[in-house]
């Protein structure tokens, strides 16, 4: 009894979040990732999927991320099925923009009505979504106002804020940390979500079917 009763507090003191960063090229999505996992800054990157997993403490409770970078494709019927994947995995989800690129807020607000009607088309339980404005630092260049983007997410029901992945570390571990946050209060017990296999599978089968309609 001892035994069991140990366990159960150790598996109660775990939290495992699955979190989708989606943004459109060159937002620097894939550096707010790779900052928070290595606190080191790397500027360039191919848009590729990735996945990552990260584990450290939040109040006391051992928290596993699993990080599914995804690149934001504008037309995503083509992918649809790895979208859906997507958004049923899901816990939380980080879309990102940057502070000098319009295009990419506009891009991030499509992307926020398409998550909402995918998850309510598979009857998902709903996740947290948090809208970051990337490239803080080049507030000299700035074409999308912290207004704007506070107002979007206002009416959309998520959060927001601003970072800098060139020069902040903890201004991008306080966001993901405030994300965990809402995620373990939202999520549920009985939620099932795709494991990394799962997840491995659906990226293989997308790709290989990309493959061959290119020939």
Known sequence: MRLSSSTHTADSLKMDANIV???????????LTVRLLTRRFIGEYGDIESIYSHSFMVDERRTTLNIWDSP??????????LFEKKVQWADGFVL????????????????????????????????????VGNKRDLHHRRTVLSEEARLLALNTGCHF???????????????????????????????????????????????????????
Request: positive net charge; hydrophobic residues 40%; proline residues 2%.
């Open 96 to 131: 990102v923009y940057s502070i000098c690129d319009r295009a990419s807020f506009n891009s991030v607000s499509r992307l926020i009505q398409t998550i909402k009607s995918t998850k309510d088309y598979l009857n998902a339980d709903k996740a947290p979504i948090v809208v």
């Open 21 to 31: 960063v989606m943004g459109t090229e060159s937002v620097g999505k894939s550096a």
């Open 161 to 215: 804020c601003e970072v800098s992945a060139a020069e902040n570390y903890h201004s991008v571990l306080m966001m993901f940390h405030g994300l965990v946050g809402r995620i373990k209060g939202a999520k549920l017990t009985t939620k099932r979500p795709l494991g990394f296999k799962g997840i491995v599978k659906s990226m293989s089968a997308v790709f290989a079917r990309r493959r061959t309609d290119s020939f």
């Open 72 to 81: 934001c494709s504008e037309d995503l019927s083509v992918e649809t099925s």
